[in-house]
């Protein structure tokens, strides 16, 4: 199943999945400001906080992206008779398709990570957490809350994040009961005797925990090939899909071994990938996929979330996206809709990134335009286009135009290495746009004055600036136009 149309049929069944994941579920919290000064106490900068966001972290985090791929999930997992397990029920009652079962442990804290972001770039790190496996009691109490959970599962998620809820009591009997009704189980592994998982239809290991666990090199190919099928032969395991960061994924069953080059991201966080391609995988295996095409929508889902900000969740819509991208080029993947677009400058913004706007019809592309988008380039950080559809320029400019049409017109400026999106829109002018994206930097060439150029106003009231780019001389859409006419009527 190689081809883009079959991996969008799987996608297309997710909503018929329903997921069982038991594991580690944590608050996940950042805050965010900035340092512009070292503390007098210590060698250490001052954050002036901005603002704060906390969100479901660990096995929380994967059935979060289970449903956000559009896929039903239970979650099995412990929480602390505290605020923060309070937090975490609440955060679930505002999520659709996802049904917890949170077991309270009276003396076991709810796991707590808060990452400290300054300008885009992660300080600190502090964790609060128990690690010690559950109690007696409390495991029973999972495997008792498992039992009446699994009856509609079509696939059980394990998602060790070491936090002492995986058990080896609650693997064992978990993966028996999934073996005797034939269930297909995925688990992501924290502990480095991966013979704890043994029974499992797929292991998922990145490659620091593959090299602990088979004590083995894995920088090449074969030796990843050689490490997994070592496992392979001695934990009673099906198959292992080793993530390995920017040289792809490799799946490796006893007879067969697929690498998967990573896709080409920008990389911004990888907090929560891991959880993005296991959900994925979940689904699309699920769904019918093969365990290769599985891993190729997985690998896709894992591109998409290191290239946002925060424990995010990767979307059914985006994958479709990635996935006509890998047809049609990696132009079109700058070609968006506004809320798409707007998710873009979320992230661009939490790094710190100035974003800058310019707009037009951009027929028939020519040196001026080029010229315009170095300029505007020159002051941001990252450029959105505006592109007036052809209705748009029907009305504006009359029968006849544009010459070119809008999907071409918007290839070729997302083919420019200085324009970072390409929005289409279709009203008379690009207002719209101008106070959802609110740039930083809105520019049009000098032949418009700062009173003469739309959303001018709207710009520098929030703080914004106009920027006016020199013309180069002797460029015109309308004249090239008028030239190639009196030259076909000479002719």
């Known amino acids: 199943m190689e081809k883009s149309s ?55 985090n994967v059935v979060r992206n289970i449903a956000s791929l ?17 937090e975490i029920e609440q955060i679930f009652s505002t999520q659709g398709a996802t049904t917890p079962h949170l077991v309270k442990s009276v003396g076991r804290p709810t796991t707590v990570k808060t990452r400290f ?17 559950l109690q007696p009691q409390t495991a029973g109490n999972v495997l008792k809350t498992f ?59 990145n490659r620091k925990e593959m090299i602990a666990a088979s004590g083995m090199p894995c920088g090449t190919n074969y030796e990843v090939e050689q490490a997994a099928r070592s496992i392979l032969a001695k934990a009673g395991i099906s198959a292992i899909l080793v993530t390995r960061s920017e040289a792809g994924m490799s799946l490796i069953t006893k007879d067969e071994a697929h690498h998967i080059a990573a896709e080409a991201q ?24 093969s365990l290769a095409d599985a891993a ?47 998710e873009r400058v979320s992230n661009w913004r939490s790094r710190g990134l100035k974003v800058g706007f310019t707009n037009g019809c951009f027929d028939l592309v020519h040196p001026g335009h080029i010229s315009l988008m170095r300029q505007a380039r020159s002051e941001c950080d990252r450029l959105i286009v505006g592109l007036n559809t052809d209705d748009s ?15 071409s017109r918007a290839i070729v400026l997302a083919g420019l290495t200085d324009v970072g999106l390409v929005v289409p829109f279709a009203e008379d002018t690009p207002i719209k746009l101008i106070e959802a994206i609110r740039p930083d930097v809105l520019t049009k060439g000098a032949d418009y004055t700062k009173e003469t150029v ?20 002797g460029f015109s859409t309308t004249g090239t136009i008028a030239r190639l006419l009196a030259a076909k009527k000479e002719a």
């Open 117 to 133: 972001i300054a300008d885009g770039q992660q300080l600190l790190r502090s964790d609060h957490e128990a690690t010690h496996q």
């Open 296 to 342: 190729r929508i997985a690998n896709l889902a894992g591109g998409i979330a290191v290239s946002k900000s925060g424990t995010a969740a990767v979307t059914k819509a985006e994958i479709r996206q990635a996935l006509h991208s890998q047809e049609i080029g990696d132009m079109d993947a700058k070609i968006v809709n506004l809320d798409e677009a707007l």
């Open 454 to 473: 739309v959303g001018a106003d709207i710009v520098e009231a929030y703080g914004g600036r106009v920027h006016l780019a020199n013309l180069k001389e």
């Open 393 to 407: 320029i029907r009305r504006l400019k009359g029968e006849g135009r544009p010459v070119t049409n809008e999907n």
């Open 6 to 60: 079959a991996l969008l049929d799987i996608l297309g069944k997710a909503a018929s999945i329903e997921a069982l994941v038991i594991g580690d579920v944590m608050l996940d919290r950042f805050v965010y400001g900035s340092t512009t000064r070292i503390s007098p106490e210590a060698p250490i900068p001052i954050l002036s906080i901005t603002h704060q966001s906390q969100m479901l972290g660990g096995a929380g």
């Open 147 to 205: 039992q009446g959970a699994v009856k509609n599962a079509d696939i059980i998620v394990l998602s060790d994040y070491a936090k002492g809820v995986l058990s080896d009591t609650v693997l064992r009997q978990v993966i028996a009961y999934a073996k005797e009704k034939d269930i297909p189980i995925i688990a992501d592994p924290k502990s480095t005797d991966f013979s704890r998982y043994a029974g499992v239809t797929l292991l998922t290991p």
């Open 70 to 86: 559009g896929g039903k999930a239970q979650l099995i997992s412990v929480v602390g008779e505290d605020p923060e397990g309070r």
């Open 266 to 289: 920008e990389v911004f966080d990888v907090s929560g990938a891991g959880d993005s391609v296991i959900a994925a995988l979940a689904i699309a295996f699920a769904a019918g996929a």
